[in-house]
């Protein structure tokens, strides 16, 4: 096995995780993600290759690379993502530990146990509604008893703990908080709740975790607990009476950067090491396409992670919004 030295960032940050987006489309079009009328999809043939994936996870998992992180738009309308999944754990001999998947949860009750059977390790399930006209509004579908089925179908499977991520969005769904906990509340769930970030057209005001907490407190109690091994950016609490727990995830109000340990990387390969404005990204897919060696792959990995800045600069009242729409970027 080759190993390589580890990556580290300008700020002294060891990376290790990589969110890594296999498609820019979506079945839904969430209004913080997507605008209404859509954007321009990437080309198929400019999408990373199943072969350029497996081996850019690989050259990645050497340089100490311990997590990946599918996400879109929606990995699952990737054609052949069971496929492209089993490239991806090739890399465990590299050293590749996790295998884990952001969906919206619209396939899973079909694609739930082959994903698994590929290699995939975790899921995390994007739902923030409970209330199906609500759904609707959001996502711009009415599809939500069949995420709810795809939940089902995981908890049968016993694939569990299973993550479920709520964006919170004021006036939205922001009195829904203290509903995911009873309507989860006999499942060995982890509810995460998620500050809205600025993209795009949409623009919400702020939600804290201190009002999310509030609400879910009217009815509960909470017990903070410390997070699972490499829990990110969230702080964990154990809702006593129940077998949830739930987290709170603020990019605004709770920056994390001082300890970010991630880079995105978009499908079609651009990297992209801050959620922030980032105008010079290195396209590694066209690296490996002018015919590239691993070492040369490599140092085209640390010339982009060069790039990466301290700390973003978006604010809590949305100044400085982050650049582009949420669908193009990867999750």
């Known amino acids: 096995?080759?190993?390589?030295?580890?990556?580290?960032?300008?700020?002294?940050?060891?990376?290790?995780?990589?969110?890594?987006?296999?498609?820019?489309?979506?079945?839904?079009?969430?209004?913080?993600?997507?605008?209404?009328?859509?954007?321009?999809?990437?080309?198929?043939?400019?999408?990373?290759?199943?072969?350029?994936?497996?081996?850019?996870?690989?050259?990645?998992?050497?340089?100490?690379?311990?997590?990946?992180?599918?996400?879109?738009?929606?990995?699952?309308?990737?054609?052949?993502?069971?496929?492209?999944?089993?490239?991806?754990?090739?890399?465990?001999?590299?050293?590749?530990?996790?295998?884990?998947?952001?969906?919206?949860?619209?396939?899973?009750?079909?694609?739930?146990?082959?994903l698994r059977a590929a290699g995939l390790d975790r899921l995390n399930i994007s739902l923030d509604t409970l209330d199906r006209a609500n759904f609707t509004k959001i996502t711009r579908t009415d599809r939500l008893d069949v995420v709810l089925e795809g939940i089902e179908a995981v908890c049968a499977m016993g694939w569990l703990p299973l993550k479920i991520n709520v964006v919170v969005c004021k006036g939205v769904n922001d009195n829904e908080p203290a509903d995911f906990v009873e309507r989860f509340a006999d499942l060995p769930v982890t509810i995460r709740f998620i500050e809205y970030m600025p993209f795009g057209e949409a623009r919400f005001p702020l939600v804290p975790w201190s009002d999310v907490r509030a609400k879910i407190e009217a009815r509960y109690r909470l017990r903070e607990i410390p997070g699972p091994a490499g829990s990110g950016p969230a702080n964990y609490w154990k809702v006593e009476g129940t077998r949830v727990e739930v987290g709170a995830i603020g990019a605004l109000s709770r920056q994390f950067c001082q300890a970010c340990n991630r880079v995105r990387i978009t499908s079609d390969g651009m990297l992209k090491t801050c959620l922030a404005y980032e105008p010079e990204m290195v396209s590694l897919r066209d690296v490996m396409r002018d015919g590239a060696t691993d070492d040369q792959l490599e140092a085209a990995i640390r010339r982009g992670i060069l790039r990466k800045p301290e700390a973003h600069i978006t604010t809590e009242d949305g100044a400085n919004p982050f650049e582009g729409h949420m669908v193009q970027i990867g999750g």
């Open 1 to 114: 096995m080759t190993v390589r030295a580890p990556i580290i960032d300008p700020s002294g940050r060891r990376i290790h995780y990589v969110r890594l987006s296999v498609t820019d489309r979506c079945n839904f079009r969430c209004v913080y993600c997507m605008p209404e009328c859509g954007v321009e999809f990437i080309e198929r043939k400019q999408l990373l290759s199943f072969e350029e994936t497996g081996r850019l996870a690989r050259v990645l998992a050497e340089m100490g690379v311990d997590r990946i992180r599918l996400t879109g738009g929606e990995p699952t309308v990737r054609t052949g993502i069971v496929q492209l999944i089993e490239a991806i754990a090739e890399a465990r001999s590299s050293g590749l530990r996790e295998i884990g998947m952001t969906t919206n949860g619209w396939n899973l009750s079909k694609l739930a146990q082959p």
